[in-house]
């Protein structure tokens, strides 16, 4: 395991339609975190889970959005009828829980999201 | 999360030493200091952390005044590799139970040959 795993690494859609994108964190860290970043500002923080509980959700994040992380271990982060304003890089982390930095997360490489 | 101020964007020269300053006036007493680095398409990077005075690694080094409300980050003989967006955080570092890390805008490095 040599880091977190996103899949895709780019996914075009229509806008109204539906997407999935599939993250799979460093196998011993129990932390995971979503977040989306736009052109030329930081990363924006989405969802936060702790083994399989989704423990926080940003409030900018709307109900269109929706993230699970079954069994704790892979994540996935869905989005319902996709408007042009959701393409972005949607950035994937985990971070070790005890014993570890909370502030040292580890990220994944993204999926690029354009919305047509 | 305590908010962090940096400068948008820097130059250099390759060679050089560069230090990028953040301001983080309403740390908290259990806050620790982390900074990451970011290349484009690719997710940020952690390169180092610390709470106070001068942490070193084989990266880069972290200097935190005694004051606490500022720090800097110094990149020895920096290189074209090290041009990237760096970014400058502030939350519980240990033992605590932090939920997110809160990013800013970062500044923009970019070393010239």
């Known amino acids: 395991d040599t880091g977190v795993s996103q899949n895709p690494r780019h996914k075009i859609t229509k806008r109204g339609q539906n997407v999935t994108f599939r993250c799979d964190p460093i196998?011993?860290?129990?932390?995971l975190y979503w977040y989306r970043q736009t052109l030329g500002q930081g990363p924006e923080f989405l969802t936060y889970?702790?083994?399989?509980?989704?423990?926080?959700k940003s409030r900018l994040l709307s109900d269109r959005f929706s993230a699970e992380r079954p069994k704790g271990s892979f994540s996935t982060l869905e989005i319902q009828r996709t408007e042009q304003g959701d393409s972005a890089m949607y950035l994937c982390a985990s971070s070790p829980g005890r014993g570890g930095r909370n502030t040292e997360a580890f990220f994944g490489q993204g999926t690029r999201l354009t919305v047509v | 999360l305590a908010k962090t101020t940096q400068p948008i964007s820097m130059d250099s020269y390759e060679g050089q030493e560069v230090n990028i300053t953040c301001s983080h006036n309403?740390?908290?007493?259990?806050?620790?200091i982390t900074w990451y680095q970011q290349f484009p398409s690719q997710g940020p990077r952690f390169i180092i952390q610390?709470?106070?005075t001068k942490v070193t690694n084989e990266v880069a080094s972290l200097f935190i005044p005694a004051d606490r409300k500022s720090s800097t980050l110094s990149l020895p003989r920096v290189s074209l590799s090290d041009t990237a967006v760096y970014y400058c955080l502030v939350g519980v570092g240990y033992g605590g139970a932090t939920n997110k890390l809160i990013f800013g805008t970062g500044t923009l490095l970019a070393v010239q040959p």
């Open positions: 610390g709470y106070k």
């Open positions: 309403n740390i908290a007493t259990n806050d620790y």
């Open positions: 196998s011993e860290h129990n932390r």
């Open positions: 889970f702790q083994n399989e509980a989704q423990l926080e």
